[in-house]
């Protein structure tokens, strides 16, 4: 009987033991099967079971960390201003800066006598301005013939030195921009100039006031020597909603221009924008480069405008840049930038002239906002003031 509960107690002794492994075993096993943390949150989403499968553990995902750098918000896109408010800010902006010119000649135009002396002062304003002698002297001719004819009084005068300028300026030029394309291509848009003459920041505004006329919008970063005009361009992109097709610094500019344009056609864009080179160190260089930039761009579609932008500032200098870049590629359109500041209005006749082409924007300031399409009538009132 002694020895009957010896074997009994062993048998129990043992039982309990086995109890104990296994329920070890059970907890260290669940243990391993979860990571511990490693300083945040885990956040775990489970993957859905599939058809006839039950989910019994959820698969582990990446941490994220709750106490790193807050995810930025996507960004608030903007919403450009319209074309009429543009040209009223035109009005004011010329009027300001350049209505010094028009007071000087009104002033002299009504003079009691308009003497030989008068009308060489009037000569000498117009040539400070920047308008060139061969215009200059046409006006000067046609304001002593119909003040002769018409009388000198001052609310004459005036009116007809308004309807001389803007003559001067050009009324019969078409200064539309052509964004549209036919046969359901987008409007190619290639924009040249030198460096330093604002060309891609004026590509990103162009943009602002296609995005303002509700057109869909694709800029091509073919600019790839600087980088900074890459990531400049991408900036103004990014704050209106427009897609930037750019490649490697360094790469082939017409490479990047075809992709852009292909771009523009397989997403049924209204408009692609280009943004080029502007290097000036020799002419045959930057022919190569821009011919071939746009033989490339037409196996897509056509260009329809090309944009040379100029420096109002530049005087002269401008219309040299602007002779080369003519002889280069078919330009169809001039942007005048910062004139606003200390250029003179005349420019604006003078490189029209030049090249046989329209002003067709004007920009006004630093603002991104600050372009608008260049209205003569418009001109030369804010520069009679």
Sequence with gaps: MDALGDWLYLIIA?????????????????????KPPT?????IAPAPPTEGEVATEAPPTPAVETAGPAVEAPPVLERPEGTA????????????????LGKGLLALL??????????????????????????????????????????????????????????????????????????????VVLVVGVNGAGKTTTVGKIARILV????????????TFRAAAVDQLATWGERVGVEVVRGPEGGDPASVAFDAVRHGVEHGVDTVLVDTAGR???????????????????????VTEVLLVLDATTGQNGLIQARVFSEIVDVTGIVLTKLDGSAKGGIVVQVQRELGVPVKLVGLGEGPDDMAPFDAAAFVDALLG
């Design 110 to 187: 009504s003079r009691e006598r308009l003497d030989e002396d008068t009308w060489e002062a009037i000569e000498d304003t117009l040539l400070t301005a920047d308008i060139g002698v061969a215009p200059t002297q046409a006006l000067v001719e046609r304001l002593r013939s119909r003040l002769r004819v018409e009388g000198g009084q001052a609310p004459d005068a005036r009116a007809v030195l308004r309807e001389e300028l803007i003559e001067l300026v050009g009324t019969d030029m078409d200064r539309r921009v052509q964004v549209t394309g036919t046969d359901g291509n987008p409007g």
């Design 212 to 223: 303002a006329e509700d057109l869909t919008v694709t800029l091509g970063a073919a600019d």
């Design 280 to 302: 000036l160190q020799n002419k045959a260089g930057l022919m190569d480069e821009l011919g071939k930039v746009k033989r490339v761009i037409e196996k897509q579609a056509p």
């Design 85 to 100: 408010s543009r040209l009223v800010r035109l009005r004011q902006r010329l009027s300001r800066s350049q209505g010094g």
């Design 14 to 34: 043992i039982a309990v033991v086995g109890v104990l492994t296994l329920a070890g075993l059970l907890t260290s096993g669940r243990r391993r099967g979860v």
């Design 39 to 43: 300083g945040g949150t885990d956040v």
